[in-house]
């Protein structure tokens, strides 16, 4: 990362100015009270150092949610010309640059971090993919930022104005707020990687919830942002899971939660299973690949495993036993309406993909198989004015939001009249802060808001259930990276921060721009 600087004399005048900046050994450690790190200093080239880090360094050695890395090195760099680097006692480091008697001045250091190491994959520790086969260093990393530090800076701001341009066009300057909001921030909870087969592996970590690494309902909301930008990096959140069934390891009819806790990729942790949940997410993520790569390669490669899992969903997957889906701090419960549309939505997918494979049979048998269960879903879900929140249980409701693929696929599994119906109702059922997730409580997601608000017929009904959302994060007191568990009916928080589902904010752009 580049920290840039601008000093400008308020009189007009020259002063002497000295620029220094000091950087914590927490950037190394885990705040564990027998942690004790280390610094140096030194001149490589045209850069000066400093770097800090724990003196015992044990790669990958830890795994956990409120766990920090507590190996590999955190490095200030700045060119020579005018600046020193010190190590500081108690392992800190410290920049300064002398500026001499100016009026105005301009200019820049670097900071960086090299875990060596970043993800064990089934026993096998895999370097950042930046260095995959460990032939490059840190040192030449910083060098290569410097030589390209005014093109990216250039490319960064015309980059910042077509995202704020996108979205607004997407969804109103409000709508494109919370875009800019929410970028940054889904992209840099993973780590990206080389697997041992070759392919690449985008690692999330499941931040401020339970630590999982590769979970596949974190995946699933987060996926919008990166359908619009980098369609690879969507592949590299499925081949990991993809990966642990096709070789055995995972042998279950329905895919794994995840493939352990952040950074030890070993195999799944999580206590519980969700089988329809997760297949139907990875069913509809590989059709939308499908879909946005103009062809069915993907889905080809992993045919085997997809027919088991639509199978799955077959029979079980209309009116879901007592099960998990992804909002699972709500607990088990049966009968979820929106969990069978996913699994509806699975097998649509499965269907289309076997189109684009040229197995029109195929194809044929599974979208009248949606559409059946479909028509079965309105049935027994129908509460007049809306549709319940499980099949059991009259005057409930809740978001519908697994829905949005029909629209996006262009499937027609469900009735135009079933949104219509639902926007209607959710319009009224808003609070000051958002759109609650069902009855049961006055908490929301924010990503499924946007998934929500996106089936909406007009502009006006959606940036209606996106004003309060956006009023939240204006108001909430929480200082701290976007939470997306919140209150609707006060500005807090209830739970999460930092995680990488944000990036689900994208899905109206995702739609508007792929009509």
Known sequence: NYVSYRVRSV????????????????????????????????????????????????????AGDNVRIDWGWFYLAAEKEGSSMRALPGGDIAFERNLGSVAKAEGKFMVGYDDVYSIQFFGQNLRPYWNEEGK???????????????VLMEESRSFDADLLARAEAAGGREYAELCALAYRQAIHAHKLVRLPNGELGFFSKENNSNGSIGTVDVTYPSVPL???????????????????????????????????????????????????????????????????????????????????????????????????????????????????????????????????????????????????????WKRMADDGDHYRLTFDKPDTWSQKYNIIWDKLLGLEIFPDEVMRKEIAYY??????????????????KTDWIIW???????????RALVSPMYKFYNETVDRIPMGDWVWTDKPERVN?????????????????ENK
Request: aromatic residues 14%; glycine residues 8%; hydrophobic residues 40%.
């Open 226 to 376: 990166f359908f619009i930008y980098n369609r690879e990096l969507v592949k590299a959140m499925l081949n990991f899971i993809f990966y642990y069934s096709e070789t055995g390891r995972w042998n279950k009819p329905y895919p794994a939660h995840d493939v352990g806790t952040y950074p030890l990729a070993n195999g799944q942790t999580y206590g519980n299973d969700m089988p329809v949940e997760e297949a139907g997410n990875m069913l509809t993520m590989t059709a939308a690949i499908c879909r946005y790569d103009g062809n069915a390669d993907y889905a080809r490669r992993h045919w085997k495993a997809l027919t088991l899992w639509v199978k799955y969903l077959e029979q079980f997957g209309l009116d879901p036993e007592n099960q998990l889906c992804t909002d699972d701090f709500a607990g088990h419960f049966a009968h979820n309406v929106n969990l069978s549309a996913k699994a509806i939505m699975g097998i649509a997918c499965y269907g289309y993909m076997a189109g684009l494979l040229g197995d029109e049979e195929l194809a044929s048998e599974y979208a009248k198989k949606a559409r059946e269960m479909a028509a079965e």
């Open 452 to 462: 929500t608000a996106a089936m909406a017929e007009s502009q006006d009904d959606f």
């Open 496 to 512: 999460f921060k930092a995680r990488s589902v944000v990036g689900g904010i994208f899905m109206k752009m995702l739609a508007y």
């Open 11 to 62: 009189d007009k005048q020259k002063h002497d100015v000295k620029l220094s900046v000091e950087a914590g050994a927490e950037w190394a450690l885990d705040y564990a009270i027998d942690e004790f790190a280390e610094a140096e200093t030194y001149g490589k080239g045209d850069l000066l150092f400093a770097r800090t880090g724990n003196v015992r360094q044990d790669v990958l050695w830890k």
């Open 427 to 444: 319009l009224r059922m808003q609070q000051v802060y958002g759109l609650p997730l069902d009855k049961r409580e006055s908490y929301t």
């Open 136 to 150: 490059s260093s840190i040192e030449k990393a910083f060098k290569a930022a410097l030589a390209d530090y005014e």
